[in-house]
């Protein structure tokens, strides 16, 4: 069966600067696609690339697009190169959708859910980074969040470690703190945080070091080693996040024995579906995170979380919305939990309508 495609291109400026280790981000840009079949019904997905953080470009992304024409099969589809992992994240989610919506048709109710599966997840606040993060821990505690990140690694790394203290001391009975540093540390940086994090509520401390491709690969290897050592040397878990830029870096920590945590964004993976499937059979320990994508990519990624079995689900990181200045593009806005049918109810076509 052919597909019509079509794609409509976005710049969403966030409500707030983010602020990480690696600069002041502005503005959000990306790629909305619609497949369509003979029947007129519609599905949607979304390519959100992050090139600094190792993915393709959005040009290159609308090239492809360009490349596959208007009318296309699930086959070429399936056919874009794997380093498109972006794409291919948006393409699988919008068959998904046309079959999710070809289904509800066929059998004139809602798609049943495995048994099993959960209803609801806990998502972490994100906190602010430097001083700022101590008036904004109460206001989330009130909400109900019981698991706060905090952005560090974008001040002064002695300046940032004399404020944990305080940070813990602020936060509700029984709370966990994450502590993500986007690669900012040195390792003997990175040693001072473990350090200080033994025996206080830090649940795990996420990339404290990196180098990427464009640091030549002798720096990448360098940096890995010392993510593996810190991992072995030190209690506190260590996460990896800018080291999983798509699938293929995943299966080759998988390869290596990582046994600490594995922060996935689905919007970077391609399919997702044998991507966590792997995972599963690893039995890896893994948190979902946002690449600060609209609600087209949101409900595709959220839905990849809601599929992952576990006894114990770590808390999700998407608590980042609202952050669009168009609040109609944002996904669900953070709350302490998630529940399965409010991610269902984002709609995917009026973020395509609002990019007309």
């Known amino acids: 069966m052919r597909l019509r495609l ?3 291109r976005y710049t969403l400026p966030f409500r707030m600067p983010v602020r990480t ?4 981000w502005a503005e959000r840009e990306g790629v909305i696609v619609r497949l369509m079949d003979d029947e007129g019904r519609a599905g949607y997905g979304e390519a959100a690339p992050i090139p600094w953080f190792g993915t393709e470009t959005r040009d290159e992304v609308e090239a492809a697009l360009a490349a596959l024409g208007e009318w296309v099969t699930e086959e070429q589809l399936a056919s874009v190169p794997e380093r498109l992992g972006c794409l291919r994240f948006a393409l699988a989610g919008a068959v998904t ?7 509800v048709r ?29 008036a904004a821990i109460a206001p989330k505690a009130e909400q109900g969040f019981r698991t706060f990140k905090w952005k560090v690694g974008v001040g002064d790394p002695a300046d940032e470690l004399a404020l944990l203290d305080d940070v813990i001391a602020g936060l509700p009975a029984g709370a966990k703190l994450r502590l993500d540093a986007n690669g900012a540390w040195e390792a003997r940086q990175a040693c001072r945080w473990l350090e200080r994090a033994v025996d206080r509520p830090v649940e795990f401390i996420e990339q404290p070091c990196f180098a990427g491709a464009a640091q030549g690969a002798a720096s990448v290897r360098r940096a890995e080693d010392v993510l593996r050592g810190l991992a072995e040397d030190y209690p506190t878990p260590i ?16 390869a290596s024995g990582w046994r600490g945590v594995l922060v996935v964004k689905p919007a970077l993976l391609g399919d ?18 946002s690449a600060l994508e609209t609600a087209v ?11 992952w079995r576990v006894e114990k689900p770590r808390a999700l990181g998407f608590g980042v919305w609202p952050l669009f200045q168009d609040n109609g593009c944002d996904g669900l806005f953070a709350a302490p939990f998630f529940r399965v049918e409010e991610v269902e109810r984002l709609n995917p076509e009026a973020v395509w309508n609002a990019l007309t």
């Open 6 to 8: 079509a794609d409509r």
């Open 21 to 24: 280790a690696h600069g002041v």
């Open 97 to 103: 959708e046309l079959r999710r919506t070809a289904e």
């Open 106 to 134: 066929k059998t004139g109710g809602p798609e049943s859910r495995e048994a099993g599966l959960p209803e609801y997840l806990p998502v972490a606040a994100l906190l602010p980074a430097g001083r700022a993060v101590l």
């Open 239 to 254: 996460a990896l996040d800018e080291s999983l830029v798509g699938a293929e870096d995943i299966d080759r920590w998988l």
């Open 272 to 289: 997702p579906a044998p991507v966590l499937a792997r995972l599963a059979a690893a039995k890896a320990d893994v948190v979902f995170s």
């Open 297 to 307: 990519g949101a409900r595709a990624a959220l839905r990849a979380a809601f599929s």
